[in-house]
Each structure stands twice: as structure tokens, then as C-alpha cells.
């Protein structure tokens, strides 16, 4: 049986590694290593056998895509440079703050809110909803 953890253990854990996002080698390493098959896949997922990755160096452009739990911005930044507008929530302060300095570092335009998914109401609509090693770390869902 999996031990439930906390949702202060989980806060507290999470601030402590925000620092770390970007640190290819660092505590995400293996999220480093997956990001590019992630991509390929929400790619796929969008594109029809028309698209053509070859010619196009923006296929998901104009697409919503929300990012739910995006901690350092990993997943939302290369999705971000393939065209789609996308947005990012975390419950971590820390996380937001180094996924806006990474984005604007990287003179890339993605809306961040620190937002707590447990009372999250959504008024906009998406084309994509994304919830990537998030479920293991809710109490209910």
C-alpha cells in the first residue's frame, strides 16, 4: 500500500527542490530525459497526417494547452516554442517564480498563477489539459 503523504510534507518537500528545475542533471533529471518523448507525443496528438514537423517550426500554434502542476515550467516551455499559448499553474510559490524567470530568460511568453488545484475553478477553455506527476501527490482526486 502506498503511504499518503501530507499536504504541508508535499509543500515543504517541493519548495526545497524548486531550485532544481533547471538543473539538467540535478533532482528532475529523469523529468529532463522524458521531456522530449512528452513533446513528441502532445505533437501527435495534435497534428494529423497533413502536418508536416519538417516545415513547420510552429505546429501547435494558436492551440490552449494548461499545464496543471507545472513546477519549474519544463514541460510548458517547449511546448510554448512549438506555437501554443500556454498557461501554467503550481501550488508552489517557488516553482512559479523560477518558471517566470526561466520563460523570460528564454524571451518566451507563458502565463504563470500560483493556484492550489484543490479549490482551482477553471473559466477559460483549453484545448489541452496537461496533469503530469500530479496524481500521485493528491490526497483525493
Known sequence: ???K???ISEFNHF???ANEWWKPTGKFKIL???TPLRIKYIKSMFCNENCNFKTSNKPLKNLDIL???CGGGLVCEPLARLGANITGFDF???NI???KKHAKDS???IKYSHQNLDTLKLTNKYDAILILEVLEHLDDW
Open 92 to 94: 508552489i510559490k517557488q
Open 15 to 17: 519548495t526545497n527542490l
Open 107 to 109: 524571451s518566451l511568453n
Open 32 to 34: 529532463h530525459t522524458i
Open 67 to 69: 499545464d496543471l502542476g
Open 5 to 7: 503523504t501530507s499536504k
Open 97 to 99: 517564480n523560477i518558471a
Open 1 to 3: 500500500m502506498i503511504k
